[in-house]
């Protein structure tokens, strides 16, 4: 029993050896192959684990019913699915137009760079090994041969090192500027750009609810964005390239079977580590969409100071900012939390565990001799060690890179989110597509009919309304059919309670809101001019504020000199204005230099200079004299500019000659205007109020006088 035993052993051992044998005579063969697949395992793992991944249902569901109320108040869950890489590539079609772009060259020189850097590395890594060998076998004519070639390696390696990070600003740079563009083309528009497909930037703030600040989008997110996609290249490519590279050159060293079975262990770790990795990419797209809702409730405070500070609102306003900022810092302690834990995590895995990993793999060729390794001195194995410690390095160090892409990956769809919804938003609001939260009434079944329906726009030298719809951008229906006609030269006084649709007419006319039904004939945007009571007033000098938006070069190719100006400014009476500032070229901050009055004066000059077909006059007189307010309503008569005015000032009675009269309750009037019987029956009007505004307290009196 015994010697059977003895020889099954025998025939085992004499198995092994046969299997070692054959196995050391095809080695680089096995190696190449080991290799091989290596490499198809690396650029496989590294597809699989940022390929897309199928979006999430509710996430799907909530970009098809983008209308719903709750779907937007809930703020989007970002990952990187399928729904992140086709918003990514729709947008690197834009940084990336063509590859003869400047944009594509720069990233193929910025491809060189990094290869360079790459092949520097492993140089230098060989080069460790020799300088410490050297130092072992105390041969000095060796070491400073090498220390020379440390030095001179140095001069190309910076380089290369500041190349590559000036590219990678130069492409954050580059793709910002291509975003930047597009934006404010779309944002903007065209001068003569009209109709449902112009005024973008007032349609999103107005009749659109999915962007909050758009102002932030554009400055801030676009620039992160860059930022970011212009590092994740480098961050994402380079180390697979490195991770490659240096395993190669490793595996050469010490066996492509230790090399594999490194690959085992560290996949496995690498797999719990993917496993607990936070999602940032939602943490990111929070922190700017709350960072932004600061941001606005400190603007809203600086843009209506004024108001705040007669109303005695400081507590309730820094009530409202405190709110917003401890809704930050909540997020930003909870982000900095699972930061913190994860960062354990994730150095106890990269760098102390996969570090064991690695001096195991550097020991192999110490004490196991390699099939087909030569026998080595001291100073062979040190260098061997050495060499191969710092490619293990630098190979461990490009695997966490790949791992911390993926964080970079995750950073850059929350930013891909915030872009992308700033553009589909523009593309939307240009169609005509709003998201806005309606009113309880829009459901009703007649008010749902008129809101799904779209009336007819054409252009015409009159204003005419053919049973056309008020309709408010949250759904509430104002007036259901308004109809009138008014020709050039006929003003029209526009009066009633506040909210009936005074002002929605104006938008309407201007292109700015959406016509429901009906037919509206009226000349183009450009032949109107508007001035509200709180005039706009825009950057630059005094001569701006009356030109604007036309720049001095159109102004003198309209023929127009300051001489001009100066006797449009004694119409409005400002003519000391000019002097009283320093002349036109003047540049100040005009809305804080002006009273109200004057202010109001300047959108008037503003009017006769540009002398439209049509002006619309929302409460446009209400800061002004009566005195004044006659001279500039009659200039306007004698350049032949149709007045369409909203005012509750009688003394503007006389200058217009129809009247669209609102009651509020959905229902108007327009008929011919007689500004004597009106006024005459406005007095009547008056006079009776005041009587039976003492009723009551004669009733009381005589009350009194009976109990006598």
Same mark, same amino acid.
Request: charged content about 25%; proline content about 4%; hydrophobic content about 40%.
């Given at each position: 029993?015994?010697?059977?035993?003895?020889?099954?052993?025998?025939?085992?051992?004499?198995?092994?050896?046969?299997?070692?044998?054959?196995?050391?005579?095809?080695?680089?063969?096995?190696?190449?192959?080991?290799?091989?697949?290596?490499?198809?395992?690396?650029?496989?793992?590294?597809? %699989?684990?940022?390929?897309?991944?199928?979006?999430?249902?509710?996430?799907? %569901?909530?970009?098809?019913?983008?209308?719903?109320?709750?779907?937007?108040?809930?703020?989007?869950?970002?990952?990187?699915?399928?729904?992140?890489?086709?918003?990514?590539?729709?947008?690197? !079609?834009?940084?990336?137009? /063509?590859?003869?772009?400047?944009?594509?060259?720069?990233?193929?020189?910025?491809?060189?760079?990094?290869?360079?850097?790459?092949?520097?590395?492993?140089? @230098?890594?060989?080069?460790?090994?020799?300088?410490?060998?050297?130092?072992?076998?105390?041969?000095?004519?060796?070491?400073? =041969?090498?220390? #020379?070639?440390?030095?001179?390696?140095?001069?190309?390696? $910076?380089?290369?090192?500041?190349?590559?990070?000036?590219?990678?600003?130069?492409?954050?740079?580059?793709?910002?500027?291509?975003?930047?563009?597009?934006?404010?083309?779309?944002?903007?528009?065209?001068?003569?750009?009209?109709?449902?497909?112009?005024?973008?930037?007032?349609?999103?703030?107005?009749?659109?609810?999915?962007? %909050?600040?758009?102002?932030?989008?554009?400055?801030?997110?676009?620039?992160?964005?860059?930022?970011?996609?212009?590092?994740?290249?480098?961050?994402?490519?380079?180390?697979?390239?490195?991770?490659?590279?240096?395993? =190669?050159?490793?595996?050469?060293?010490?066996?492509?079977?230790?090399?594999?079975?490194?690959?085992?262990?560290?996949?496995?770790?690498?797999?719990?580590?993917?496993?607990? *990795?936070?999602?940032?990419?939602?943490?990111?797209?929070?922190?700017?969409?709350?960072?932004?809702?600061?941001?606005?409730?400190?603007?809203?405070?600086?843009?209506?100071?004024?108001?705040?500070? &007669?109303?005695?609102?400081?507590?309730?306003?820094?009530?409202?900012?405190?709110?917003?900022?401890? $809704?930050?810092?909540?997020?930003?302690?909870?982000?900095?939390?699972?930061?913190?834990?994860?960062?354990?995590?994730?150095?106890?895995? @990269?760098?102390?565990?996969?570090?064991?990993?690695?001096?195991?793999?550097?020991?192999?060729?110490?004490?196991?001799?390699?099939?087909?390794?030569?026998?080595?001195?001291?100073?062979?194995?040190?260098?061997?060690?050495?060499?191969?410690?710092?490619?293990?390095?630098?190979?461990?160090?490009? &695997?966490?890179?790949?791992?911390?892409?993926?964080?970079?990956?995750?950073?850059?769809?929350?930013?891909?989110?915030?872009?992308?919804?700033?553009?589909? $938003?523009?593309?939307?609001? %240009?169609?005509?597509? &709003?998201?806005?939260?309606?009113?309880?009434?829009?459901?009703?079944?007649?008010?749902?009919?008129?809101?799904?329906?779209?009336?007819?726009?054409?252009?015409?030298?009159?204003?005419?309304?053919?049973?056309?719809?008020?309709?408010?951008?949250?759904?509430?229906?104002? @007036?259901?059919?308004?109809? &009138?006609? #008014?020709?050039?030269?006929?003003?029209?006084?526009?009066?009633?309670?506040?909210?009936?649709?005074?002002?929605?007419?104006?938008?309407?006319?201007?292109?700015?809101?959406?016509?429901?039904?009906?037919?509206?004939?009226?000349?183009?945007?450009?032949?109107?001019?508007?001035?509200?009571?709180?005039?706009?007033?825009?950057?630059?000098?005094?001569?701006?504020?009356?030109?604007?938006?036309?720049?001095?070069?159109?102004?003198?190719? !309209?023929?127009?000199?300051?001489?001009?100006?100066?006797?449009?400014?004694?119409?409005?009476?400002?003519?000391?204005?000019?002097?009283?500032?320093? /002349?036109?070229?003047?540049?100040?901050?005009?809305?804080?230099?002006?009273?109200?009055?004057?202010?109001?004066?300047?959108?008037?000059?503003?009017?006769? =200079?540009?002398?439209?077909? =049509?002006?619309?006059?929302?409460?446009?007189?209400?800061?002004?004299?009566?005195?004044?307010?006659?001279?500039?309503?009659?200039?306007?008569?004698?350049?032949?500019?149709?007045?369409? *005015?909203?005012?509750?000032?009688?003394?503007?009675?006389?200058?217009?000659?129809?009247?669209?009269?609102?009651?509020?309750?959905?229902?108007?009037?327009?008929?011919?205007?007689?500004?004597?019987?009106?006024?005459?029956?406005?007095?009547?009007?008056?006079?009776?109020?005041?009587?039976?505004?003492?009723?009551?307290?004669?009733?009381?009196?005589?009350?009194?006088?009976?109990?006598?």
């Amino acid at each position: 029993m015994a010697a059977l035993s003895t020889s099954r052993i025998k025939e085992f051992l004499e198995l092994l050896d046969g299997i070692s044998k054959h196995y050391a005579a095809h080695r680089p063969l096995i190696q190449r192959i080991l290799n091989i697949s290596f490499i198809l395992y690396v650029l496989g793992t590294t597809y %699989k684990g940022f390929s897309a991944r199928p979006a999430p249902k509710g996430q799907l %569901k909530r970009n098809k019913d983008a209308g719903n109320e709750e779907g937007m108040r809930r703020p989007p869950r970002v990952a990187v699915d399928a729904l992140f890489y086709q918003r990514l590539r729709h947008i690197l !079609r834009i940084v990336i137009p /063509g590859i003869k772009s400047k944009e594509a060259l720069m990233l193929i020189m910025h491809s060189s760079l990094l290869i360079a850097r790459t092949a520097i590395s492993l140089y @230098v890594a060989a080069l460790d090994g020799k300088i410490v060998a050297s130092l072992v076998r105390a041969k000095p004519l060796e070491f400073a =041969y090498n220390i #020379i070639r440390w030095l001179l390696v140095a001069i190309p390696a $910076t380089w290369t090192n500041s190349w590559l990070s000036y590219i990678q600003s130069k492409l954050a740079i580059a793709y910002r500027t291509r975003l930047t563009d597009l934006v404010m083309r779309e944002y903007l528009g065209g001068k003569n750009e009209a109709g449902p497909e112009g005024k973008v930037y007032y349609k999103i703030s107005n009749l659109d609810d999915r962007i %909050k600040n758009p102002d932030q989008m554009i400055t801030h997110d676009i620039q992160r964005f860059s930022a970011s996609l212009a590092a994740i290249y480098s961050n994402l490519a380079k180390p697979v390239l490195d991770v490659i590279l240096y395993n =190669y050159q490793l595996s050469q060293n010490v066996g492509a079977e230790g090399l594999i079975g490194l690959t085992i262990l560290v996949q496995l770790s690498a797999a719990l580590l993917r496993s607990l *990795t936070p999602n940032f990419g939602s943490y990111t797209a929070l922190s700017a969409q709350l960072a932004g809702a600061l941001r606005h409730s400190h603007s809203r405070l600086a843009e209506f100071s004024e108001e705040i500070a &007669f109303m005695r609102g400081e507590e309730t306003e820094k009530m409202l900012i405190e709110r917003e900022f401890a $809704t930050v810092i909540l997020h930003e302690r909870r982000v900095l939390r699972r930061r913190w834990w994860f960062g354990c995590v994730e150095e106890g895995i @990269v760098k102390w565990l996969w570090g064991s990993f690695g001096l195991v793999l550097c020991a192999i060729p110490v004490f196991f001799k390699l099939p087909g390794a030569d026998n080595i001195d001291l100073g062979g194995r040190t260098e061997g060690f050495v060499t191969n410690r710092r490619l293990l390095l630098s190979s461990s160090d490009a &695997f966490g890179r790949v791992m911390y892409s993926y964080k970079d990956l995750s950073e850059l769809a929350g930013y891909t989110a915030r872009v992308s919804a700033l553009l589909e $938003t523009m593309e939307d609001v %240009k169609k005509g597509k &709003f998201t806005k939260t309606l009113v309880s009434s829009a459901s009703t079944e007649d008010n749902a009919k008129i809101l799904q329906g779209r009336g007819e726009v054409f252009i015409s030298e009159d204003i005419q309304f053919e049973n056309v719809p008020i309709v408010t951008p949250n759904g509430d229906i104002l @007036v259901r059919s308004l109809s &009138f006609k #008014i020709q050039p030269g006929q003003h029209l006084l526009i009066v009633g309670p506040n909210g009936c649709g005074k002002s929605s007419l104006f938008r309407i006319l201007g292109g700015l809101w959406p016509v429901y039904g009906g037919v509206v004939r009226k000349p183009p945007a450009s032949s109107f001019v508007l001035i509200p009571q709180r005039p706009y007033l825009t950057i630059g000098t005094l001569r701006d504020q009356v030109i604007y938006p036309h720049s001095q070069r159109e102004m003198i190719a !309209r023929g127009i000199t300051d001489d001009d100006l100066f006797k449009i400014f004694q119409v409005v009476q400002m003519e000391n204005v000019v002097e009283r500032e320093g /002349g036109w070229d003047t540049v100040r901050e005009w809305r804080d230099a002006l009273s109200g009055g004057d202010k109001q004066k300047i959108a008037w000059a503003r009017l006769f =200079y540009h002398n439209p077909k =049509y002006a619309i006059l929302d409460e446009a007189t209400s800061l002004v004299p009566l005195e004044m307010e006659g001279r500039m309503m009659e200039h306007a008569t004698k350049l032949g500019i149709t007045l369409l *005015t909203v005012s509750h000032r009688p003394s503007l009675w006389k200058y217009h000659a129809m009247i669209l009269h609102y009651d509020g309750q959905g229902g108007y009037v327009f008929t011919k205007l007689d500004a004597e019987k009106r006024l005459a029956l406005q007095t009547e009007k008056q006079a009776l109020e005041a009587k039976l505004a003492d009723v009551p307290r004669m009733k009381a009196r005589l009350a009194e006088l009976k109990g006598f």
